[in-house]
């Protein structure tokens, strides 16, 4: 525990950073993965199982907590922390990713984005100074600048305007942020699949000297080859005492092959909304448990993993529930799939400071190839 976000590059491997950020409410193992809680939970979870899977942080949305239950009434109610019962460190997205996700609900300009809430219709108008007010108000530790991303493929001038705007943006929010003692704001480099412009993005933030740095818009439609190349471009110019974050990413594939190129944290909402739908990541690979060779298999996921999901439940019985569409399906294979993502990020970890990293790799991705255990 500290006063302050310090954050610790404690060893390297084969490109890959071991790390540790400590600041008050707690101390973030990296490289590591925070499961997505939207509006306040991860979906099918209890947050107890979701720390007891190995997360040191969870990540919430402004956006949607703009509007429900309200940032002032979670203020009034003691925090973020407080209302979900989460006593760790939560890192708040900035509402960035709606600017494009919900663009036919939204007007955007210099002065910030006006909203017509999915929920109601009523309008609401988000600067960069009202995103850091709201990500305030919710108590958040780590808070993100508002961007505008663009969904890829788009024109370089579209990505050359946004990423523009974008920074103006930074140096907006870094102002209204001020000094938060223990707490940190990270600045989002944009610029599309344009090296030229990822590298203005990440020089013109680094000019702002802030406590963490993310890669935005390489999780909205492109290629994996693209990502991976924005990040050799990127990374670069980054500060190498600073942790990256790697924002809605994604398989456990981007994030082995991310972690390699020098990513510290990643989010995504892919374990979660892939178990509510009946896929499983295990060691093998992925585990479509709808498929009709299950419905007759008595063996577990996984005999050797230490999540009560895959290994004390038979397969036979989450077909079962996937195929009736039982609520419990979906959170025991949401509970296999963050416990799958936590192993993978210790393993990760254990094999940087062991100096093995390229080894781990090799490893994993071989396991991955043999493909799940034969049918019965």
Known sequence: MTDTFQFNLKATSDGARLGEITMPRGTIRTPAFMPVG????????????????????????TYHLMLRPGAERV??????HKLIRWEHPILTDSGGFQVMSLSGLRKLDEKGVTFKSHVDGSLHHMSPERSIEIQG???????MQLDECVALPAEPKEIERAMELSLRWAERCRVAFGEQPGKAMFGIVQGGDQPALRIRSAEGLKQLDLKGYAVGGLAVGEPQDVMLRMLETTLPVLPTEKPRYLMGVGTPDDILKSVARGIDMFDCVMPTRSGRHGLAFTRRG????????????????????????????????????????????????????????????????????????????????DAWAKGDIDPV
């Open 286 to 365: 992925r585990v479509n448990i709808r498929n009709a060779r299950h419905a007759e298999d008595m063996r577990p996921l996984d005999e050797e993993s230490s999540c009560p999901a895959a290994r004390d439940y038979s397969r036979a019985y989450l077909h079962h529930l996937i195929r009736s569409d039982e609520a419990l399906g979906g959170m025991l294979l949401s509970w296999n799939n963050l416990h799958y993502y936590q192993d993978l990020m210790k393993g990760i970890r254990q094999s940087i400071a062991e100096g093995r990293f390229a080894d781990f790799f090799a490893e994993t991705q």
């Open 38 to 61: 939207t509006v306040g939970t991860v979906k099918a979870m209890y947050l107890d199982q979701v720390r007891d899977t190995g997360a040191d942080i969870i990540l919430g949305n």
């Open 137 to 143: 108000l919710l108590g958040s530790d780590i808070q």
């Open 75 to 80: 203020a009034r109610l003691g925090g973020l």
